[in-house]
């Protein structure tokens, strides 16, 4: 038996011992990314890291028990710089008097 015998019955021997094990046969050595799709995914694990803990806010409180009449501060200094911004004239202007209805008149 000489050497291209030899290399025939060793890629068939190889190509059939890839069917059986389920690998993938590749005789030419291309790159596949098989590598990296047969990894173990790193998802879960960052996902488990990570307490699953939902921060509630005083909105959903006030919403779930409006008996306790609970005051969410930030809306409220919001809403007291619009009223500020309102009495110097800078707040939004009403529905339908923004800048497109100012230059559609010109």
Known sequence: MNAAQAGTKLALLNKLSCSIFGNIYNPQGFRTGNKILRARLVGPTINSYYPNVKMIKPREI?????????????????????????????????????????????
């Open 62 to 106: 006030s919403r779930m028990a409006p008996e306790m009449n609970l005051i969410d501060q930030a809306e409220k200094t919001r809403l007291e710089d619009l009223a500020e911004r309102k009495k110097r004239g800078k707040g939004p202007p009403k529905k339908g008097q923004g800048r497109r209805s100012t230059l559609k008149k010109k």
